[in-house]
């Protein structure tokens, strides 16, 4: 799976995991919402701060947010 894909995936059930909306997410981020949203649907290649910024917000470290996206049946 492309690294961007799973980058979105991971960002997407973290930030849903924490009942935030990309606006909110984006604030804690200090990132623009429009610019959560490509992410998340893998439109953007993100630099290393800006994955570096998603880890923070989003409490985990940033391997979490790369790592090949667990199955999980919802």
């Keep these: 799976m492309e690294i961007r894909v799973r980058l979105s995936i991971n960002m997407r059930r973290l930030r849903q995991s924490k009942g935030w909306s990309q606006e909110e997410f984006a604030h804690e981020a200090g990132l623009h919402r429009t ?19 998603l880890a923070i917000a989003l409490g985990v470290k940033v391997g979490e947010l790369l790592d090949e996206p667990c199955e999980t049946s919802a």
């Design 35 to 53: 610019y959560v949203s490509d992410l998340e649907r893998g439109a953007r290649n993100p630099t290393i701060t800006v994955v570096g910024k």
